[in-house]
């Protein structure tokens, strides 16, 4: 468990949940603090099991051997078990000073990743043979995005529901900006295999629109999504936070070019 | 995830769970329902994963074919993952009237299922050459029926660290059962395949103590759990159901034979 933790990826979606809740005043940093503990630990948990050799069998993972290579398939599955459960058991330690916050934090980060809208729901069309493109990728990708924004919101006592936008959007800049990198980055910068949509006939923006296609409408999604950034106290630092995280988006290559 | 869990088992864990509330005034029944349906559901993950290839890569369970011979291992996997989430769901949808208990609920669910004590951790055991065969057994078995009985006293609003032992008591009890269904029954009986714990040289209390030592062993379990019951003001009716409910674990030919 701690071999998938740590070292971790850029956390973005951690540092998304805990930037929405200090935008809506954060009166209880614990609960923000726990979700995102739990929103980043349900993210590791469904990388070692789309490792896994019966879905893309990767080999490689943040650079270096996966789970299921280094420690065998059985310690892999229940690895990201573990996980899972763990996520849940962090929500909880967070609800001390608020507990009457909790039910609704656990509805929004369950709905995120199970099924029939969350993360599982989105790798169980990887085993479709006809597939919705936008489904497919907002249950993989957008719904974690979505639970970190509106779970931010949560822990902060804020409404949650005009952060859903923000979240969407972000998630869908992601997926765009994973397309690019697919295609882009060689697998030092990737840290793990490249290529691979192309190898496993999975969608790709980049490939769709083409590579400046794939980045204006990355672009575009950024600024629709540090505008959808509802009334709080803290917006103006929560735009330029955006601002700074979403700029990782962008592949070395694209970053190098557009500075 | 309908098809693991339908048509179920016997549901002793969840009955066991609501009995115990029952016992304790059961003053929130749809706290004490929703934990019962989240153990349950944590339980039927537990066996869809056990059943994958790389562990026991068992064709049938519960009289008909395992998920992953039914509908491939990705499902397998994801069906677990979701099933495991469906159960954090629930203990959420049940906290509606006493939101101060979700927080002991969720611990307690999530520590029965979780490492380093829980069903996870028992399973991770089978992964080792050297197993201490207690730690085992109340990882892989005996932390949900713990969890049955004190969840059951969290969601009434009663303590719950003097419903632990019942628990305790309960599961090793079904675990020397289950070592005896394993060498007694037939496949039919049993839904799945005999001889396993030979076949997979994992330890067996009807191996070590023979048939009659077993049974001995079990009488007296079920005898200590009756007894371990706690004051409450539904003990009687307690006693009777808990006696009712360890009948069953009995193969049909001990109970036969007891008849």
Same mark, same amino acid.
């Given at each position: 468990m701690r071999y998938v933790v740590f070292p971790g990826g850029h956390r973005i979606r951690p540092r998304l949940c805990v930037s929405v809740a200090e935008a809506c005043g954060d009166d209880d940093p614990e609960a923000a603090d726990c979700a995102a503990a739990a929103i980043e630990l349900l993210h590791c948990a469904s990388l070692v099991h789309d490792d896994l050799p019966c879905f893309?069998?990767?080999?490689?993972r943040r650079g270096k051997p996966s789970v299921h290579v280094e420690y065998g398939e059985p310690i892999a599955v229940l690895a990201g078990d573990a996980l899972i459960v763990l996520a849940f058991e962090t929500l909880a330690r967070g609800a001390a000073r608020s507990p009457r916050r909790l039910a609704a934090l656990l509805r929004c980060v369950a709905q995120s990743v199970g099924?029939?809208?969350?993360i599982v729901a989105g790798q169980a069309w990887?085993?479709? %043979?006809?597939? %919705?493109l936008t489904d497919y990728q907002r249950s993989k990708t957008g719904s974690l995005f979505v639970a970190a924004t509106v779970a931010g919101a949560i822990a902060a006592g804020a409404e949650p529901e005009p952060w859903r936008m923000l979240g969407a959007t972000l998630g869908e800049a992601y997926q765009v900006a994973d397309d690019l990198r697919d295609i882009l980055c060689d697998e030092e910068e990737l840290g793990k295999p490249i290529g691979q949509d192309a190898a496993r006939l999975r969608p790709n923006a980049a490939a769709l629109l083409g590579i400046g296609g794939a980045k204006n409408r990355l672009e575009q999604l950024v600024r629709a999504a540090v505008e959808s950034i509802?009334?709080?106290?803290?917006a103006v630092e929560l735009r330029a936070t955006i601002k700074a995280q979403t700029s990782q988006f962008f592949p070395r290559q694209l970053a190098r070019e557009a500075a």
């Open positions: 893309d069998d990767a080999p490689i099924a029939p809208r969350g990887e085993c479709e %043979s006809a597939v %919705s509802p009334p709080c106290p803290g």
